[in-house]
């Protein structure tokens, strides 16, 4: 099965960062979140109460 | 730039793999807080969240099983003794025979890749690889997991933000575990 994950230049998977913008999100989704889109997706993520997540994305 | 969350893992299509489950895992978390779904729609999604999250606790904790044993090992702990060319010397009863033969060691025939969560946890555990308290904690996850064999639940379950917490939990305490531990 073929992935829609984004490859860099060397095709290698990129991963979700902590500082993916939530405004990239909800486009790539066509969500909203109600949050601001400028905000982070680890900050998202602690913010909803997933700090365990939040601290994943870090590492 | 981050290649991977799992970057201690060597094997690259495990690696590959992890990176996946976690990248749904990130997909799927925003649409359990739009509001465009209804409750039972979210529960859904978190359920499908916990079965890839302790997809990621499974894998890492293989990981580390497959760095420390062989397949030898396995065979060796599931093996049993078994008594072969059994002859009965004497009946006492319905329930009691006095027996002779031949007692051999058989080994387990069972194998790395067979090997589920309740059996890597166990394994781990026995072999002082991980602590009882770890073994507890990715029972938990095990037991939410399998929660999706719904043939013979007796009540229709239902997942919120804080059981995904609690697995998410869980997953940062084994990561963290194997990151160390893995050679």
Redesign the interface.
């Known amino acids: 099965m073929k ?1 829609t ?1 984004t490859k ?1 230049k060397l095709g ?6 902590y500082d993916t913008k939530i405004s990239t ?2 486009a790539k ?1 066509n ?4 949050v601001r889109g400028d905000m982070k ?1 680890g900050n998202y ?1 602690k913010e ?6 939040s ?3 870090q ?1 | 730039m981050v290649d991977s969350h799992f970057s201690f893992v060597k094997k690259e299509i495990l690696r590959k793999n992890l990176d996946e489950a976690f990248d749904h895992i990130l997909i799927l978390l925003p649409f359990t807080e739009s509001t465009s779904y209804n409750e039972p729609a979210n529960s859904s999604f978190c359920k499908t969240i916990i079965i890839y999250t302790a997809s990621i606790v499974e894998a890492l904790l293989f990981h580390l099983l497959d760095n420390n044993f062989s397949e030898k090992d396995i065979a060796e702990f599931y093996s049993k003794w078994e008594l072969i060319d059994r002859k009965v010397l004497f009946k006492v009863n319905l329930e009691h025979e006095i027996v002779a033969g031949d007692y051999k060691k058989i080994l387990g025939k069972s194998r790395k890749d067979k090997m589920n969560l309740s059996q890597i946890t166990n394994f781990l555990e026995i072999h002082k690889i991980i602590t009882h308290k770890l073994s507890t904690r990715i029972d938990q996850i095990r037991i939410i997991r399998n929660e999706q064999h719904i043939g013979s639940s007796q009540k229709v379950n239902t997942y919120s933000k804080s059981d995904l917490e609690d697995a998410f939990s869980i997953a940062r305490e084994v990561k963290d575990f194997v990151k160390v531990n893995a050679m």
Do not use: A
């Open positions: 992935t994950r860099n290698h998977f990129v991963v979700k960062r999100i909800e989704y969500i909203d979140l109600g997706l993520l909803k109460g997933y700090p365990s997540l601290k994943m994305l590492q």
